[in-house]
């Protein structure tokens, strides 16, 4: 179950975290899913794209988590481990 939802800023994509534990990125066009990343180990909390940088999605967990990801290589960017449990993030413009 999705708990979480974000439009990239090109409007392209939708990322969804969730209890599985799991961030999907997904087409807006035909509702595909083009990735799935499963390096969280406690529910997602949320999820959300940099203005300036949309090929890329962060998600926070309860984990104590916060990762990047890069859309074009499909591979993790950064995690931050802060060893407190995150469940929002925001960007400011």
């Known amino acids: ?14 990322a969804t975290g969730g209890r599985d ?4 990125v997904w087409r807006v066009a035909g509702g595909r899913a083009l990735v799935t990343f499963s ?3 406690a529910p997602v909390t949320c ?4 203005r300036q ?3 890329v999605v962060v998600s926070c967990s309860l984990d104590g988590t916060v990762r990047a990801y890069d859309l074009v290589r499909y591979a993790i960017l950064v995690c ?6 995150f469940a929002l993030i925001s960007f400011i413009a």
Do not use: N, Q, W
């Open 53 to 55: 940088k949309p090929k």
């Open 39 to 41: 390096e969280h180990r």
């Open 1 to 14: 179950m999705a708990t979480s939802l974000a439009y990239s800023p090109d409007g392209l994509h939708i």
């Open 47 to 50: 999820v959300a794209f940099p």
């Open 21 to 24: 534990c799991r961030v999907k």
């Open 80 to 85: 931050f481990s802060p060893y407190a449990r």
